[in-house]
């Protein structure tokens, strides 16, 4: 019988990387957020459940305005951030 393969290095640093994220201190992580606009500030709270819970304790950094247009006949509306270059973003039903 053959003896199974050993585990690749880097399949346990990934696994172990992973779990970093979650461990960070919270004073850290609400380092990272203030920095974040406010699109990478909402994909941050999917990293992991510690980040999600971070958030709520901290405000993404959106210091211009964004720009709001509000399609004819439209149930959405679509969001314009100058700091994201060429992105809209388009809101759910309203």
Known sequence: AESPLPKSPAVSVT???RHCWS???LDLM????????FADF?????VCSSWQSGTRQSQPN???PWM???PEDKSYC???NPEDKEKVY???HL
């Open 90 to 92: 388009k809101t759910q």
């Open 62 to 64: 959106n210091q211009i």
């Open 78 to 80: 679509l969001l314009f």
């Open 23 to 25: 461990e960070l201190p």
């Open 30 to 37: 609400q380092s990272v957020f203030k920095r974040l606009g």
């Open 42 to 46: 909402e994909r941050a709270k999917s």
């Open 15 to 17: 696994r172990r990387n």
């Open 68 to 70: 709001i247009l509000f």
